[in-house]
């Protein structure tokens, strides 16, 4: 029997925390400096050599303020969306006149694009009424119109005006409208599922039952008989602009997790994204509703993604077509697709869950996805993007061979498709709400970023000063500057990767009781100084030998971080390598790598080049070269030179 | 300098060989009593549960003796074309009055098809006349039309019936009106190549020169700027009905090897079928007029192909995006095309290079494609097909990977697209061919094939009996009846596997010079019995290194016969299993194989499944359990059992 009731956490809000981390601040004011505004400029098409966007033009067109052609993907609305929800969460934590102008700038354009029934949508809104809602599957508007939801909740807790949030009630309440259960309203849901989530977003910042109603009827109306989408297929299809989704010629229901009701599906399918964005909802509303039938699902799909389906560094989506999941234990390295916006959501999708269940587990899947794939995606200097985040890197192959044309050899300025970039920055500029949760009794530590904690509990506050010197050093200290009463509960969770840790109070060493894989210091006082410390191996890691791509293969780990090799720093043909298992793994901090982390050197052999013959194949004869082989942390590849990269090399 | 005028030699005809091999003869006897008929059932659609094909009926529509609608690929014509060409070499050699009848009748119809000017292709006759060559990029009329040409020389050399010879002939004619050098004609070639090479035996069945130019403007012309594609695709774009050649909306000129001259190729690129066809026709065409430059192309190309495109099996095509080459040693075993035309193909270029050049290599590559690829691409009972030759079979990931959907599990009884299946008949139909040949002094003895040789030489008639036990004894026996004059010249090939041989005249030893792997018996008399033995090693082979696929992975091979692992021998996972290089390779002939052949049993290791984990990831550790491990030869995989299927295994 599957019980939520007793057990409901939530996240600390931005609001009541502030980041001071060494590793991390540098990636927010990234964002705040570089990110938000070049993306602003990107939007703005002011970005020479960048893809176009027509993001705001868009919009300005729609109002009829501006003259031109709607132009960019059918969800192109969603970049802005996404664009103002990151820069809101920065506002939350930092006074920034200039940036909530712009913001107010968008907002403008925003509520002269919507129309007066509440509907937006500058797609259909420049000329295509007719067409509303005729083509769920592919034409994305509930997916635009809720990221702007999640952007006008998160502008409201930031700042407190309600002006974006009522637009986007009356846009809600126009759904609303238009769907439901009742007689007479749509029995649709969404082709890209992510308004599921916002409108519980939008739920909890107004209060309204309703949206968090629209939200489950929206999950539980999915993939139930007869579908909504074959219908859809067979009656519109000459109003239908997009045909292109379906490799079939009819829709593909399980591309958007269409094809049995949410409640039944047990294995991850489909579009990676769409899937992530879905599983959220469905624990959202698990957690808002006490649903143990979807919290059930919501457990089940958790196991088949983190447990048969994702890529050592967090990133989820083994095939381009259809950037979708394929099946357990098929994780192709080569043809990986591990797009952005999937390890995002993998991220949201953790969260939730961690809501329900007080488990390490989601906080280890939070901390790799975060330290290897959301850092990669992104260059060092916050203006180039992977869209696919590339598990191996064989330039040539990416140049010549079309299975592989989509792992694109370095990172780009913007994407046609330009989903990733922005939801990079809105993930980024959110950390804060990663770091600590509470049940209002006890605050629940699981990232160690150092920050200031301001949490409010049931009966009074946590505030604490949390100090870790580096996320490899795994040293935490904290100094609890109040508890709410006298006594207040503070837990630690014990990252998955450690062997050893210790943990003190006021140097008083401690051996508290251990639940889900978090410690429980259940008589902390106001003043005391809690010391946490790990160790942080470095680690030769393997597969399950199921995962066929990993055979006979390891991956370099310290800590949460996934290590690789690259060409610049091994040479030309990394599969030639082959790592002596039983080789020491000397961490160098001196290679002089981005931060200073440091690179792993060890020993391994070389595969000799065949000097003796132009023959493709000959008689086997193992002809080697003793090599030192150095892997450098997989999320700073390719910042220095391009060229190969290699996560999994031989024993 | 390269000169190709002083080495001139010819293929045996079919007529002069007559096959007996305890091997072989299974499969001339397969295609005669099964292939044939069974493929004679399918073109008009006789054949239950199989693809429907709709050739003939296509045939009887143009012709007007049947109402309907064309049906099937635009190609659909040269299904039957194959199938008369295999059936006229299966005449050759067999009296065969039923099979003369079945093909009479095809070329009635056939003759009633063509059009008064000579045109010939269904596609275009049945009411699309006024496209006629306007999308020679995609509509294959030419490819149609080359293998009726190919079809109709060997059913005339097979009876010395002019008929269809005449038919293919008017063709021919009216396509040399339409095309060619002189003002007012058109200055194009075809989109898919292969009448180049059939002219070239139109040319060789009536001596008339006209259809060697043909080809040669067609070979000289493709490619040349302005680009007769680009201009095609540009004007008579509204015609189009084929617009899906390309994946970027633009004609894809690697894609059909036009993107430069045919003597500026210096790299195997694009649809590999096409570049083998046209290689062919380079070849015969550069043997014919002594044109030193496209020698030279050949040349490259052979190399490009055999020494860094081909995989160990003799498959050619990486990727099954454009059905095409990829680049230089990019070899994915898991997507492989590895199309059974392009194997087809391949062999056809191999015998043409051999025709200027007695070299061993090319008869050490028809050896390995036909042991391995053309055997394999049929079932034992030779009802069932590939058109996709798996290098490895995961059969899971064939049904839930799209980047794999195109290696299907198991043979099948026809395709939509069904170029393969008659072209494996015709290719077996003609195997006498590839036998032997001859510079009219010398008897060049290729394939260790049991036949019975006639052959004319410039001063006579080499008449002998050829005697193998079977392709894996290393042992043949020949019985020379006839040499011209008093004294023969004989060259027998040291097969390029083996590492030891002996040859013996009359049991006496003997010491002959070696020239480019060809032992040189200059002295062979009437009655003499030449023995020639070759030790069969049983070998770990393994790739070039940079062939990244293979790195770290060694392949079974025993003579030709390249071996692979299969799920009904070693169990499920086959990428858990190590091969001990140090493991005694035993042939076990009593595994109970069909034919006798032996399976190779060794020593290794399978890593053993987690039983204490649930997570995906872990520390490394190595645990294996010792296995024996069990090879059969490739070419019979899939016959017992459907599953997993691997040839290059981890060391």
Redesign the interface.
Known sequence: MISISEERYRQAEISEMHLKDNFWKKYEDLVRETVLPYQWRILNDQEPDAAPSHAVRNFRIAAGVEEGEFYGEVFQDSDLAKWIEAASYILADHEDAELGALIEKAVDIIEEAQQENGYLDTYFTSGRQDMEWTDLYECHEMYCMGHMMEAAAAYYEATGKRRFLDIMCRCADHIGECFGPEEGKRKGYPGHQEIELALVKLYKATGQEKYLELSRFFLKERGSEPNYFVNEWATSRNKREFKTGS?TGMPDLRYNQSHCTVAEQKMAVGHAVRAMYMYSAMADVARETGDTELLSACRTLW?DV???Q?Y?TGAVG?????E?F??DY?L?N??AYAETCASVGLILFAARMQQMDMDSRYSDVIEKVLYNTILSSMSEDGKHYFYVNPQEM?P??SK????RRHVITERRKWFGCACCPPNIARLLASLQKYICSTDGETLFIHLYISSEIHVKGTAGEYSADMSCFSPWSGKMEMQVENVPGNIGKIALRIPGWCDKWMVYVNDVKQEPEIKKGYLYLNAVRRGDRIRFETDVPV??????????AD??K??VQMGPFVYCFEETDNGR?L??L?ID?SSSLKKTAEYGLPGGIPAVVLRGWK????QDS?????????REKEVSLTAVPYYIWGNRQPGEMLIWV??
């Not at 083994?318 to 259809?322: I, K, N, R, Y």
């Not at 010549?400 to 299975?403: M, Q």
């Open positions: 490799l196991d983190t447990k048969r994702m050592i083994s095939t381009h077509q259809g979708a394929t099946f098929d192709p080569e043809t064989w040539e192959a010549n061979n079309p299975d680690r030769l890691m393997q597969a399950d030998p199921r995962v066929r055979a006979g390891t991956a043909n599969s030639a082959r298992i595969t000799e080049e065949w132009t023959e493709l194949y000959r008689p086997y004869e193992c031989r024993t």
